[in-house]
C-alpha cells in the first residue's frame, strides 16, 4: 500500500511493475514520477551509493520482472558471506555462554573424583538429583 495522498498515483505505479522489462520499468517510474528524469542512471557509477538506478531495480526485480517477496529479499540476503560469517560469530558466542554456563553449573554439583568429566545430559540429571538431595534435607 503506497501512502500517496492521490489514489490515482497508486494505480499510475502498480502498473509500472506490470512490465517485465527493466528499461520499460524504469520509464514508467519516471513518467509516474517515482524517479527524476535528471537523476544519472547510466552503469557508469551514478546514483547512490556506488550503484547505478538501473541496477537497483533490476535487483529489487524477481524473475519475470515481479517485485520480490519477503521471503525472497530475506533468501537472498542470507545468501551473503557477510551475513553467514556475522550468523556464524553469533552462534559462536551463544555455544560458548552456553558451555560456561554448564562449566559454572557443574562446579557446584558434587561429584567423586571432583574433576571427572561428565556430558551435558550428565550434568542435568545430576542437577535434579541434587536439588531433589538438598529439598529432602531442608524438609528433615
Not at 499510475?12 to 509516474?32: F, R
Not at 557509477?45 to 526485480?61: A, R, V
Not at 525472497?72 to 556475522?86: D, L, P, V
Not at 545430559?121 to 531442608?138: F, G, M, P
Request: a positive charge.
Amino acid at each position: 500500500m503506497m501512502l500517496s495522498p492521490d489514489p490515482q498515483a497508486e494505480t499510475d505505479l502498480g502498473s509500472c511493475w506490470a512490465h517485465s522489462d527493466p528499461e520499460t520499468v524504469l520509464s514508467d517510474l519516471k513518467a509516474g514520477g517515482c524517479l527524476s528524469s535528471d537523476e544519472p542512471m547510466d552503469d557508469s557509477g551514478g546514483g547512490g551509493g556506488g550503484e547505478s538506478g538501473k541496477m537497483m531495480i533490476i535487483k529489487s526485480l524477481g524473475q519475470g520482472g515481479a517485485p520480490l517477496t519477503r521471503e525472497e529479499k530475506r533468501r537472498r540476503r542470507r545468501a551473503t558471506a557477510k551475513y553467514r560469517s556475522a550468523h556464524a560469530t553469533r552462534e559462536r558466542i551463544r555455544v560458548e555462554a552456553f558451555n560456561v554456563a554448564f562449566a559454572e553449573l557443574r562446579k557446584l554439583l558434587p561429584t567423586l573424583p571432583p574433576d571427572k568429566k561428565l556430558s551435558k545430559i550428565e550434568i542435568l540429571r545430576l542437577a535434579i538429583c541434587y536439588i531433589s538431595y538438598l529439598n529432602h534435607v531442608l524438609d528433615v
